[in-house]
């Protein structure tokens, strides 16, 4: 099962989520002299804004600006943020804020689901990482030969992305691509590598790109979250049994980060190269 939902009742107010619309809306509107500073190409660079995934290396570039930031803990990062619009800071501290409570939840349904206490996944995720994207995907002038963002999996633990109301992202269904409809106020919560893993291929990490638009562009914010760096990530013993051997090997967080560093856009999923060979 392939595991892509929608969620409205999430408890992350309304208006917040407009707000923070707003103000991503507002931040790539500004002249770019005001976001120039933040421009990195390297994807090691926490805060940075950048175009495309790894400008260095890819030959296939995705229509798509985007600025990221780690959020959480939220004191050791905010100061690193933009400062401009004046209250980015403010209303994203508060987005994050209420985005890690939902996913805090999230996490302890789906440790129960996989047969563990509730406090599971929190644990195994050591201290735990917060990323955001803000992507902005100017209006294209000829969709057919370009992608937003091409064909991937995510590579955290989970990702709860909101879109307001242009739609542009796709799921893989059946071998087809499905168009996730946006409903209004509601969040695209998306199973990420990591719990695929740790679920031991039971939850599915979902395959999914974005498609661009002639007319309008389209803004979406999603919250890539995730284990630190320093943990190690493995099959939970609940998931594994004799019908069930394990999928994948133990690893460190970090090497997994590092491989998708650098597999450029081309790669849609690195989960491959964790898994383990059952010989026939
Ligand atoms: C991403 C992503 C999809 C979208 O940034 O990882 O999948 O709808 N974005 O923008
Ligand atoms: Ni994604």
Redesign the pocket.
């Known amino acids: 099962m392939d595991h892509s939902i929608q969620i409205i009742n999430h408890g992350v107010p309304e208006t917040l989520m407009k707000n923070m619309m707003d103000i991503a809306k507002e931040f790539f509107e500004m002249p770019v002299e005001d976001r120039v500073c933040l421009y990195s190409e390297d994807p090691r660079q926490d805060v940075r804004v950048s175009t495309s995934f790894n400008v260095t290396k890819d030959e296939v570039f995705e229509w798509?600006d985007?600025l990221r930031h780690p959020c959480h803990p939220l004191e050791e990062f905010i100061n690193s943020w933009p400062q401009k619009p004046a209250l980015y800071r403010d209303v994203a501290g508060k987005y994050c804020k209420e985005i890690r409570g939902l996913v805090l939840r999230l996490l302890a349904a789906i440790s129960e689901a996989l047969g563990q206490d509730s406090d599971y996944l929190n644990t195994i995720f050591g201290k735990h990482s917060q990323t955001m994207?803000v992507?902005y995907?100017p209006a294209c002038p000829n969709p057919d030969l370009t992608l937003?963002?091409a064909p991937?999996s995510?590579t955290r633990g989970i990702?709860v992305?909101t879109?307001g109301d242009v739609s542009?992202?796709q799921v893989l269904k059946d071998g087809k691509w499905v168009a996730?409809e946006p409903i209004p106020n509601a969040f695209?919560v998306?199973v990420a590598d990591q719990i695929q893993v740790v679920s031991n291929g039971r939850f599915k990490s979902v395959m999914?790109?974005?498609v661009t638009n002639t007319s309008t562009a389209?803004i979406?914010i999603?919250t890539?979250y995730g284990p630190s760096l320093d943990t190690s990530i493995a099959p939970a013993a609940s998931m594994v049994d004799k019908e069930h051997p394990a999928l994948y090997r133990e690893y460190k967080f970090e090497e997994y980060m590092k491989a998708s560093w650098s597999k450029g856009v081309k790669v849609r999923s690195i989960l491959d190269r964790f898994k383990i060979e059952i010989s026939p």
Do not use: E
């Open positions: 798509k985007y994207h992507n995907y937003g963002v991937h995510d990702t992305l879109q542009g992202l996730v695209v998306n999914h790109r974005a389209r979406s999603p890539f």
